[in-house]
């Protein structure tokens, strides 16, 4: 992870994961061969097999990398915030925007082909998941308690929040009419109001 977790550089994936990640994104897992990652990746059939021993595996270290990558950034939002619950959220809710705008195609596959994994592999990921989620809410359920936030559901308000970051990878185009700083700016002011965020609570650190 970069020094700081607002920033996203290169991934670390190699050649066949990435011409994995690029075919899962544009034909789906179950419309995508091993021969077309194959094909992408400059490899034989052979050769990819190499590298790993199915699609199936594939598709668990593609998902893998991203979601190791999302709760890397979260968990180091949240201890980068100014201590308050509503700035926890604060941070932790603009990691998950930037993650999305910054690896749209990552995230992207790892929402729409969690369904194709094997039960025992997408429990790992759904794990990942959920202890997203419960970052969200606990900053929420904590903001309740300080005075910050009145939401009487904080555990479904993190899903609510989770969801719309998430919709970002489904829309965003890099040189679109929205800059990304807008982006996360406006989509930071809808899961405050998601989140019952009062106008009196205390300003995040900047």
């Not at 670390?12 to 990640?21: E, Q």
């Not at 959220?89 to 705008?101: C, G, K, M």
């Not at 993190?158 to 969801?163: C, F």
Request: aromatic share 6%; proline share 5%; with cysteine.
């Amino acid at each position: 992870m970069a020094a700081d977790w607002r920033e996203f550089g290169d991934d670390t994936l190699n050649a066949p994961l990435r011409a994995a990640l690029e075919c899962f994104a544009a034909h789906g897992y179950h419309g995508t061969s091993i021969r077309m990652v194959a094909d992408v990746a400059g490899l034989s059939v052979p050769g990819l097999y190499h590298h790993h021993r199915s699609k199936q595996e594939l598709l668990n270290k593609v998902v893998g990398a991203a979601m190791d990558e999302l709760l890397a950034h979260t968990r180091a939002a949240a201890e980068d915030s100014d201590g308050t619950p509503a700035g926890r959220f604060d941070n932790i809710v603009t990691a998950l925007i930037l993650f999305h705008l910054s690896r749209r195609q990552h995230a992207f596959v790892a929402s729409t082909e969690m369904r194709s994994m094997n039960p025992e592999v997408r429990a790992v990921h759904v794990a990942s998941r959920d202890e997203e989620q419960e970052m969200i809410s606990s900053a929420i359920a904590e903001g309740n308690e300080s005075g910050e936030f009145d939401c009487p559901s904080p555990v479904d308000a993190a899903r609510a929040v989770s969801s719309l970051c998430v919709s970002i990878a489904n829309w965003y185009r890099p040189g679109g009419a929205l800059d990304p700083n807008d982006i996360v700016a406006q989509y930071l002011g809808f899961c405050r109001s998601i989140a019952g965020r009062l106008d009196d609570a205390p300003a995040p650190r900047g």
